[in-house]
Structures are given as structure tokens and as C-alpha cells.
């Protein structure tokens, strides 16, 4: 009896699995366990049921078409090939196609990117924007078909002054959620923008996929200028409705919703200018009745009692004000005058003008005979005058 190796013996296992062809495209169902995503993008997993379970793979070029990510927990049915993986001599299903068992992989997915960004607090009211009058209106949307049309109708109804700028847009199919992006990035960076509306028009969950991507939702997040989401019709819901600004049920209704009607504009505006005229006649009708009473209920009244009263007063403040200052000045008067009289009768000229004199020697006034020498100059002062003189003799 011949010797195999191992390496022969699966690669025998292997030949026969690849020769059944029943297990070369085979569907199997059941509940993803040890799951396992690489960075290199392989998926690692087993399916398994209440009695068995099956190991699997599934490539990252077969895995990124997947529009849900799979979990733990989570039934599946999974398309592929059963084979023998030789190294490990072991046999697994290489999925190819994986589809959620009784609920639409479209829908699961939606579920999952609505929850992963609700955490993140991208639909949290606090980071929606306020709306104001819009000078223009930026619309990212297919440039064909009766949503654009209607846009731009009813915006040019509505509200004139609005200059609207159309950003063509691919709105379905594998380009069309990077397409969105770019148009929102071209539009939110247009200074004079004041609205954006992102959208289109009906159709299937996969015609409006592109509005349930999260690239799409990121890019309407990060945009600074106020968005509306205006995606297929009313009962249709997005990823782009909740993380918009605002949601409108159609593009219809988003142009109506982002400018306001000129008619009804103007109706305002005359109504607040007729209740604007109301309160000015208010006011001056109330304050000609304070006037009135003014004129009639007071002093102003009989003017001329009036005023010859404040003239008597200011007539008698005068007179007082005189009198207390002539009483001020006559005292101030007599001081000088005393004051004058006392500095008279003391100063040395009054003295002198009785017939006294004051003698000034080298050394000041000269007080007593031992201050002068004989041959000493000296000067002599009189109430009128002075004279020099020499001392001949001291006794």
C-alpha cells in the first residue's frame, strides 16, 4: 500500500470537492458567529444553526458591494463555493454574496449608518442651522427632469429677488453619491449662498441609495450653509433628511419651504406699516391730551398770573440780594477803615511827621551815641525827606 502525504491527501479532498457541482454555487443560510474584519478587508466568520456550523470567508473583492456591514448574531443567507482550504485541511464556504434573511440588506444597512451617526450626534437639533431670506439658492440635483423644473418654477413665483444656481448633479448609480458630494462642497463655498436644497425625485430605495451613504451624510453635515433635504417623495426617508438642516417630503416643497411668498411678504410689510401708523396717532393723541392738560390744569393756564408772580419773586430775591450785599460791603468798609487807623498809628512816619527822626548809621539804625564814632558818616530820615552828615562830636 502506497504512503501519502498530508499535502496529497487534501489535495485529493480538495479535487473531489471541486469535481460536485451542487456545492459550486450553492445558497446557505444561517447565523453569523466569530466575526472577524481584517484590514486588508477579508472577512472572516462561521454560520451556524442549532446542530452545525460552517467556516467562511469572504474576500475584500467580493465584500465591498455589501451595503450593510455583517454582525455577530446576525441571519444571513450566503452565496458561494464549498472547498477545501489544503493548508488547514479544512473545508468552508467562500461566500461571494451575502443577503439578510427576511429583511432587505438595503434596509439593514440604512438602520446601521442612522444609528452609527445618531451616536456621533450628526442629527443632534443643536448643530441644525436657522434659515434667513435668501439672496441666492443653491440646488444639487439632476439638471433634467421635472424636479429641477419645478425648483426653479416655483422659487421664480414665489420670490423674484432669489438668483438660483444649479449645480448638475448625478443622482443614482455608483457615481452619484461622490458626485453629491463635490456639488455640495461647489455650493457651500459660493459666500453668497444662503440655501442649499439636495435631492431629487422619486423612485425605488435603491434609485435614492445614494442619499443613505454616509459620505453623502458627512458632506451635508460639514456643509456651513443651511440644507434641505428634499429626496423622492413624502413618505421616503434618508440618511441626507435627518442630518439635513431641514427635511422637506419633496423637492416641491423644499423650494417653497426656502423662500418665502413676495405676496404674502407685502402683506406683512402693509400691515405692520398700518399698525405702525395706529401707534404714531396713539402717541401724539396722547401726548396733545397731556399738553392740554398742561395748558388747562395748571399754572400755564393764566400765564399772565403766572408769570407776574415768578417777577415778584425774582423782583424780591433782587432787592434782598442787594440789600445783604451793601450790608456786606459797609462792614467790610469799617474793617479796612479801623484796620487802616491802627497801622497809621503805629507806623514810625506818623511818629516822625510830629517832628521825630530816624538816623542810619554803617550798621543800621543807630539806637544809642556808643553805636556812632566821631568822623562817622550818617544819614538822617524825616517825615519828608533826608540829609547826610558827618559826626564832629560825640558826648
Known amino acids: 500500500m502506497a504512503v501519502?502525504?498530508?499535502?496529497?491527501?487534501?489535495?485529493?479532498?480538495?479535487?473531489?470537492?471541486?469535481?460536485?457541482?451542487?456545492?459550486?454555487?450553492?445558497?446557505?443560510?444561517?447565523?453569523?458567529?466569530?466575526?472577524?474584519?481584517?484590514?486588508?478587508?477579508?472577512?472572516?466568520?462561521?454560520?451556524?444553526?442549532?446542530?452545525?456550523?460552517?467556516?467562511?470567508?469572504m474576500f475584500s473583492g467580493d465584500n465591498y458591494k455589501l451595503k450593510f456591514e455583517p454582525e455577530n448574531g446576525m441571519k444571513v443567507v450566503c452565496f458561494g463555493q464549498v472547498n477545501v482550504y489544503e493548508r488547514d485541511g479544512v473545508y468552508q464556504l467562500y461566500v461571494r454574496d451575502m443577503q439578510v434573511e427576511g429583511v432587505g440588506a438595503l434596509q439593514v444597512a440604512f438602520e446601521q449608518l442612522k444609528e452609527k451617526l445618531e451616536a456621533e450626534g450628526l442629527f443632534a437639533p443643536s448643530t441644525k442651522l436657522k434659515p434667513k431670506y435668501p439672496r441666492k439658492v443653491g440646488v444639487a440635483t439632476s439638471n433634467m427632469g421635472a424636479a429641477v423644473e419645478d425648483i426653479k418654477?416655483?422659487?421664480?413665483?414665489?420670490?423674484?429677488?432669489?438668483?438660483?444656481?444649479?449645480?448638475?448633479?448625478?443622482?443614482?448609480?455608483?457615481?452619484?453619491?461622490?458626485?453629491?458630494?463635490?456639488?455640495?462642497?461647489?455650493?457651500?463655498?459660493?459666500?453668497?449662498?444662503?440655501?442649499?436644497?439636495?435631492?431629487?425625485?422619486?423612485?425605488?430605495?435603491?434609485?435614492?441609495?445614494?442619499?443613505?451613504?454616509?459620505?453623502?451624510?458627512?458632506?451635508?453635515?460639514?456643509?456651513?450653509?443651511?440644507?434641505?433635504?428634499?429626496?423622492?417623495?413624502?413618505?421616503?426617508?434618508?440618511?441626507?433628511?435627518?442630518?439635513?438642516?431641514?427635511?422637506?417630503?419633496?423637492?416641491s416643497a423644499a423650494a417653497e419651504i426656502a423662500v418665502p411668498d413676495a405676496k404674502n411678504e407685502m402683506l406683512m410689510i402693509n400691515n405692520f406699516s398700518a399698525s405702525i401708523e395706529t401707534s404714531i396717532e396713539h402717541k401724539i393723541e396722547n401726548e396733545e391730551a397731556k399738553l392740554d392738560y398742561y395748558r388747562n390744569k395748571s399754572a400755564l393756564s393764566n400765564r399772565d398770573a403766572f408769570f407776574n408772580t415768578v417777577e415778584n419773586s425774582i423782583s424780591l430775591a433782587g432787592t434782598r440780594l442787594n440789600n445783604s450785599y451793601k450790608a456786606i460791603l459797609d462792614s467790610a468798609?469799617?474793617?479796612?477803615?479801623?484796620?487802616?487807623?491802627?497801622?497809621?498809628?503805629?507806623?514810625?512816619?506818623a511818629v516822625m511827621s510830629r517832628g521825630y527822626s530816624i538816623t542810619k548809621g554803617k550798621n543800621g539804625v543807630i539806637g544809642s551815641v556808643k553805636s556812632v564814632s566821631k568822623g562817622e558818616n550818617i544819614e538822617v530820615l524825616f517825615s519828608d525827606g533826608e540829609i547826610s552828615a558827618t559826626v564832629t562830636e560825640v558826648k
Not at 434641505?228 to 442630518?243: K, L, M, P, R, Y
Not at 468798609?333 to 497809621?344: F, H, P, Q
Open 4 to 57: 501519502l502525504t498530508v499535502s496529497q491527501v487534501n489535495m485529493y479532498v480538495k479535487s473531489l470537492f471541486d469535481e460536485l457541482p451542487h456545492l459550486q454555487n450553492v445558497y446557505i443560510k444561517g447565523e453569523i458567529s466569530n466575526f472577524k474584519h481584517y484590514n486588508r478587508g477579508h472577512m472572516y466568520f462561521t454560520l451556524k444553526d442549532s446542530k452545525s456550523q460552517l467556516k467562511c470567508v
Open 153 to 251: 418654477n416655483i422659487i421664480t413665483r414665489r420670490f423674484p429677488l432669489t438668483e438660483i444656481v444649479i449645480a448638475p448633479t448625478i443622482v443614482q448609480g455608483e457615481l452619484a453619491a461622490p458626485d453629491i458630494v463635490k456639488s455640495l462642497e461647489l455650493l457651500d463655498a459660493i459666500n453668497d449662498v444662503d440655501i442649499i436644497i439636495v435631492g431629487r425625485g422619486g423612485g425605488s430605495i435603491e434609485d435614492l441609495w445614494a442619499f443613505n451613504t454616509e459620505e453623502v451624510a458627512r458632506a451635508v453635515h460639514k456643509c456651513k450653509t443651511f440644507v434641505i433635504s428634499a429626496v423622492g417623495h413624502e413618505t421616503d426617508t434618508t440618511i441626507c433628511d435627518f442630518v439635513a438642516d431641514l427635511r422637506a417630503p419633496t423637492p
Open 333 to 349: 468798609e469799617n474793617k479796612l477803615i479801623g484796620s487802616v487807623r491802627a497801622l497809621n498809628a503805629l507806623s514810625p512816619l
